[in-house]
């Protein structure tokens, strides 16, 4: 997850004060980030859907005791974050159980959700569980987003549901997948959040995988996808000089953080070096390092894009052990420092913030983990790559 907000205000107060304000380093850090899809089954169909969920019950879930024996390896492990995800995590009968464990545990408990299943009692519901964060997912404005999500009402339901939480003061993100078919729907988004009240907002890059040989100063999704950070940029740095709480992140596409460099040096040039040091420590992509998933099934994933790769299962052996054994071999190269990329990504010059951004575009366009990601928007130019055949 690129953290734009963040960066931003850490600038302005650089602006403020003469100085910037580099966070001191506690300790070693702490286990990853846990995804986890508790159950599959799913009230709506949406067309980018990487669960491939219906509504229907899905065999074989970890049951309320097995979560638990995984949520104890888990704390031991030092994980912070549990995001319960799905399907639609509100249709598994045990969640407000296993959310009420993890808060007991002191996690800090997301909640993923299309959000269409919250009514006034569900919100009372997610209110008295406390959940630190909901994140409800919006695709675009009325027949848009319910075109995404194959359902009318959806998009009614999912606003009422953020209305219904900000009301019980739960901290409420809109997340938005950005596609070729609404991305002309992001400023409308980014209204709402601001008219609605809520406090974060995350865009999700398409995982897209585009062509082998693309222009891309040219290809019609690069530019779109510029556009669309240059809005997100812009937003969070107004936000950031008026003193906003409003969050905005980004998800699925690391090249982010050179490209909001790009567009520092524009804006407050003096502080370029002190963020490129930051977006250095963050180090890129993290899946397989401090992002993980597992699904309904208990299956360890290095993250949620990487379903058709299974690094094993809870049932069998711990999280912690399974993430941990670098002799699996995709393991061993996503925890590898640099990671050991080739291509445009092995010769680029951001590639110690990028991190090699995101392995599975690669791997599933050319069969090779380590080649070039062929969703990376920035040009030949702006990485500092000499094509050899030119
Ligand atoms: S070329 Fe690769 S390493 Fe460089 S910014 Fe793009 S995705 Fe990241």
């Not at 024996?69 to 009968?93: H, N």
């Not at 959806?154 to 609404?182: C, E, I, P």
């Not at 991305?183 to 890059?205: I, V």
Request: net charge negative; charged share 25%.
């Amino acid at each position: 997850m690129f953290r734009i907000s963040q960066y931003l205000r850490e600038v302005v107060e650089a602006e403020r004060t003469g100085v910037y304000p580099h966070p001191k380093r506690h300790g070693s850090p702490p286990g990853p980030v846990v995804i986890w899809n508790l159950v599959r089954r799913c009230n709506l169909t949406c067309k980018h859907c990487y669960a491939l969920s219906a509504d229907h019950d899905y065999p074989n879930e970890l049951n309320y005791a097995e979560v638990c024996t995984v949520m104890d390896d888990l704390k031991a492990f030092r994980v912070p974050v549990l995001i319960l995800s799905g399907g639609e995590p509100l249709l598994r009968a045990d969640l407000f159980d296993i959310a009420a464990r993890a808060k007991a545990m002191n996690f800090y408990v997301g909640l993923s959700t299309n959000g269409t299943l919250i009514d006034a009692a569900m919100a009372d519901r997610i209110a008295a569980a406390d959940f630190n964060y909901v994140g409800i997912s919006l695709d675009g404005i009325a027949a848009v987003h319910d075109r995404f999500r194959r359902k009318e009402g959806a998009f009614d339901a999912s606003l009422a549901a953020v209305r219904h939480l900000q009301q019980r003061g739960v901290k409420v993100g809109l997340r938005y997948t950005m596609t070729a078919m609404n991305a002309d729907q992001l400023p409308a988004l980014l209204r709402l959040m601001k008219d609605e009240g809520a406090q974060k907002f995350y865009f999700s890059h398409l995982n897209y995988a585009g062509r082998g040989n693309i222009h891309r100063a040219k290809d019609a999704h690069f530019v779109a996808t510029r556009e669309a950070m240059e809005q997100l940029f812009d937003a969070a740095w107004a936000d950031a000089q008026a003193g906003s709480e409003r969050e905005y992140v980004t998800g699925n596409n690391d090249a982010d953080g050179p490209f909001l460099l790009q567009w520092l040096a524009q804006r407050a040039p003096r502080w370029v070096e002190d963020v490129r040091q930051r977006l250095q420590a963050w180090g890129g992509n993290a899946s397989g390092l401090y992002v993980a998933n597992i699904d309904n099934e208990g299956i360890v994933h290095p993250d949620t894009m990487w379903w058709h790769h299974k690094l094993g299962s809870v049932r069998e052996r711990p999280f912690s052990e399974i993430w941990s054994d670098t002799t699996e071999p995709l393991m061993a190269g996503l925890k590898q420092q640099p990671r050991a990329v080739h291509g445009r990504c092995g010769d680029c010059a951001h590639l110690s913030i990028c991190g090699g951004n995101t392995r599975v575009r690669a791997q599933q366009t050319t069969g090779d983990a380590w080649a070039s990601d062929p969703g990376c928007y920035l040009t030949d130019e702006e990485i500092g790559f000499v094509s050899e055949v030119a």
